[in-house]
């Protein structure tokens, strides 16, 4: 059983660990959620998240996990008698393509193997075909811990395939690594709070382009839940569509402040620092499952060279030191483990982490 008051430090990839006074903030009195007091701590919150991806375009927030964004984004962007090319490196990206297709739309795939990115060079080759009307991509894929070269990939599809649109998931991507939403010409990104933003799970942030938006009005049966054109009437009046999670609201807006003030240039180098240390210590340990080139800034999935029994190891870390770390994904459990080191995780935390694990392989 888990001791609520104590619990756990966490060092999965999500929900990542959260720290007292982003809890307060949850804490709070409620608002009425169509009252003046929300609309004005919705629009502070949507305007900081501007800045933070650096757009000028529209920016929602959903009560719902990211994974409703996969639909809402395949219902808006892709009409019926289109197709859409899903790139696939990994769990999630995998669940990206099933999703489309689980909205009846027409989907081919651009696979590579689970550790593997998806390069500018593949998706040319495929979008050269000609009959793609969007593309989908995980910035950082959170059960392999690759980050796909979506810079890159960006200014190629720009240059070569300025009308195919392109949907993003940065689920473990976002805030911790850069993402300059205008300038990489993308039409939705989206991700969860519980991740980065280090919010327990319930509110996704996701940004949409003028043109999506656009594109949206012509696409039929878009549901009702995640309709663009519903959180665009309501974002004139810096409200959403549904009841909004106040509380998860309140500690957004209350991270957002604190990344800003931060700066965004230093966030990103903060997180690139740590992702450093981790993986140093895996390679100096065991090994990087990816290519370092690719290696994700939020986590360090590691490849268990040595057979260690990684269960053993997590179950020896929490009870002696009250910390989780995370198994491999699906089909790479016990193959790979995976340490998570973005939101309000810090060096110091990495370093116990990282020194406990010696004390059960040594």
């Known amino acids: 059983m888990v001791d609520w008051k ?8 999500g929900p990542v660990h959260v720290l007292p006074e982003v809890l307060q903030q949850l804490s709070r009195y409620t608002l009425g ?3 003046k007091e929300y609309s004005q701590l919705h629009k502070d919150t949507v305007d900081m998240l501007k800045k933070i991806l650096s757009t000028e375009q529209s920016v929602f927030l959903s009560t719902s996990s990211a994974s409703g964004v996969w639909e809402g984004s395949i219902r808006n962007c892709i009409d019926h008698n289109e ?3 899903c790139t696939m490196c990994g769990a999630f990206s995998d669940k990206f393509a099933a999703v489309a297709r689980a909205c009846g739309r027409n989907v081919e795939e651009l696979k590579v193997d689970w550790g593997k990115a998806v390069t500018a060079e593949m998706i040319d080759k495929k979008l050269a075909e000609g009959k793609y009307s969007a593309v989908t991509l995980v910035h950082n894929e959170t059960s392999t811990g690759v980050k796909n070269p979506v810079y890159e990939i960006s200014e190629m599809m720009k240059k070569k395939y ?4 392109v949907l993003v998931d940065s689920v473990s991507g976002m805030v911790g690594m850069p993402i300059e939403f205008d300038k990489l010409g993308w039409d939705v990104v989206f991700a969860s709070v519980q991740k980065a933003f280090a919010i327990p799970p319930g509110l996704a942030v996701f940004a949409v382009s003028k043109r999506a938006m656009e594109k949206s009005k012509t696409v039929t049966g878009r549901g009702y839940y995640f309709d663009f054109q519903e959180f665009a009437k309501s974002a004139e009046k810096d409200q959403t569509p549904t009841t909004p999670a106040i509380p998860h609201i309140m500690a957004l807006n209350y991270q957002c402040h604190k990344l800003l003030n ?3 240039e230093n966030v990103w180098k903060r997180h690139k620092q740590m992702a450093d240390f981790v993986r140093s210590w895996a390679k100096e340990n065991f090994a990087l499952f990816c290519e370092e080139k690719y290696a994700s800034d939020t986590l360090t999935t590691i490849k268990n060279t ?3 029994a990684v269960g053993d190891v997590i179950k020896a870390v929490q009870a002696k030191h009250n910390a989780v770390f995370g198994n491999g994904y699906s089909k790479l459990k016990d193959q790979t483990f995976r340490i998570a080191h973005m939101g309000d995780i810090n060096m110091d935390d990495l370093k116990e982490l990282l020194g406990w694990i010696d004390e059960e392989i040594k």
């Open 83 to 85: 197709t859409v090319l």
């Open 33 to 35: 959620h169509r009252g």
């Open 162 to 165: 300025p009308d195919v649109l």
């Open 6 to 13: 104590n619990p756990p430090k966490l060092f999965i990839p």
């Open 306 to 308: 040595r057979g260690i």
């Open 262 to 264: 931060e700066g965004m």
